[in-house]
C-alpha cells in the first residue's frame, strides 16, 4: 500500500514536472505571439527564446498549434478555475455580476499575451482544437447569461441575456487593447467604471459625479 | 477659362477613376485579409481574386501594406464623413451619444472587413502609416468624449471620460465577433440594447423588461 502511494507520488510528480515544463514553453510562446503575430512566429524562435533545443521542445508539443492550444486551453482553466465555486457562495446576483467582473479584469491583467491570443490568434487552431476552446468559452460565458437571467428574475429572453453577457466580456476585452496599467487610471478604478456603467450606465454616474 | 474647366473636369475624372479602381482592389483585398490573415496574403492572391495583373496593382500600390493603409484610411474617412457637422446640428448630449453609436453599429455592419482590419491587421503596418490611421481614429473618438464632456456637464476629470468613450467603442466593436445578423437579434434591436445599457445600464433596464 505505501509502495503504491509512493509510486502515485512519483507519477504525480513527473506529471507535475511535464506541467510546469510545457507552462515555461507556454509562457515564452504567448509573449512571442502578442510580440510578433502566431503566424510569423517560428519554432525556432520559440525554442531560441525558451533556451531549450528544438528536439526539446518536439518531446512536449508536437507543432505549433498544439503550444496554442495549451496556452488557450490553460487560460480558459485559469478563467474557470474555481469560478462556480465561487460563485455558489454569493447570494445576490448583482454581486454575482460584480464578481465575474472584477475577476475577469484582473485574470487577464495578469496574463495579458495570453488573453490577446484568445482574441486574434484561437481562429489559427485547427477545427477539433478550436471547438474544444470554444467550449470552455461557451461555459465560461454562461455562468454570467446564469447570473444575468436570475438578476432579470428569468424574465428576459434567453437570448437577449446572452447578447448582454457577451457585450458585458466584450467591453471588459476592449480594455486590453488600449490601457495602460501604469496611466492616470489603475486597474481597480477602471473595474469601477465598468461595473457602475454595466450596472446602471452614464445617467446615473452623471447624478454621482 | 471654358478649357481650363475641361481640363479641370477631365482631373478630376481621371482621380475619380483611380480611386475606384483603388476601391475595388482595395474590397477584395479587405475580404482575404479577413479571410486569410494580412500576413498569409500575398499580392498574387489578391491579384487572382481581383482579376488584375500584378503589375496593374502595382501600378496602384507600391506594397501590400500601401494596400492595408489605403483600406484603413478609407474607412476612417467613411466614420469620419461628415459626423461632425451632423453633431452640429444636434441639440442635446444624449443624442448626440446615441447618434455615434447607432451610425458606428450601421457603418461597421456595412464594411465588416474593414472594420475588423482596423481592430486586427492596424499594427502590421510601418510607423508612420499607422501614426496617420491612430491620428484619425483620436480624432473620431474625441467626437464621442466631447458629447460625454458635456453630458457631463464638464464635472468628468476628461481622462475618465476618455475612458468612458472607449468602452463604448470597445463594446460597440465586440460585436463584430459573435453577432450573426441573420440570428434571433437583429442590428437595431442589438443597437438599441447597447444604447440603453450604456446610458441606463441593466438595473434600470431590469425594471422595464
Redo the contacts between chains.
Sequence with gaps: MERHSVIEKNGEDSKNKEFKRKNSIGIVAARLFDKK?Y??TSLKDISTEVKLSKGCIYHYFTSKHEILYFILDAYMDHLLGGLEEELGNIADNSSK?KHIMFRHLMLYNNKVPEARAI??DAN?LPEEYYKAIAFKQKKYAQLLTDA?SG???G??PV??SR??S??L???S???M??HNPD???KLEE?SE??Y???????????NN?
Design positions: 503575430g503566424l510569423e455580476i482574441l486574434v489559427n444575468l438578476f432579470f428574475d424574465r428576459m437570448e437577449k447578447a448582454i457577451y457585450i466580456f466584450g467591453m476585452n476592449s480594455i487593447h488600449w496611466g492616470p487610471i477602471l467604471i465598468c457602475d456603467l454595466f450596472m446602471n450606465g452614464i445617467t446615473h454616474y452623471k459625479i
